[in-house]
């Protein structure tokens, strides 16, 4: 019998429970709206938005440690979201993050 759905991937690293919930292509997205540029929007077209949101803002302490992690992550896996933007996009978006934060 084969399974319907592979288990859930949970990052290694401190607070990776906290990101795989968020997704962190979501994650960048999101910060990229709030601390970059106001007219990125594409995080905006997920149902579970606001819960990704709350789980943001309660893990603060963790932002800095996620956009390093994001930078290694490979670019196949980044790639595999539904927000439209390819892995290259979503590093360099993190690396202007890292410049911020």
């Known amino acids: 019998m084969t399974r319907a759905r592979s288990e859930r991937h949970i990052f290694s690293f401190e607070g990776g429970d906290k990101l795989t ?3 962190a292509t979501f ?3 999101y910060l990229y709206h709030r601390h970059v540029d106001s ?3 594409n995080w905006a077209s997920i149902k579970t938005q606001q ?20 930078d290694s992550m ?4 980044l790639n595999r ?3 439209s ?13 890292q410049q911020l934060l």
Request: charged share 20%; proline share 0%; hydrophobic share 35%.
């Open 74 to 77: 490979s670019e196949t896996n």
């Open 81 to 83: 979201n539904t927000l």
């Open 39 to 41: 007219t990125h929007r």
């Open 51 to 70: 819960s990704r949101i709350s789980t943001i803002n309660k893990s603060e302490k963790y932002h800095r440690v996620w956009l390093t992690h994001i």
């Open 27 to 29: 994650f960048v997205s």
């Open 85 to 97: 933007l390819n892995g290259a996009t979503i590093k360099k978006m993190a690396f202007a993050l």
């Open 21 to 23: 919930t968020i997704g």
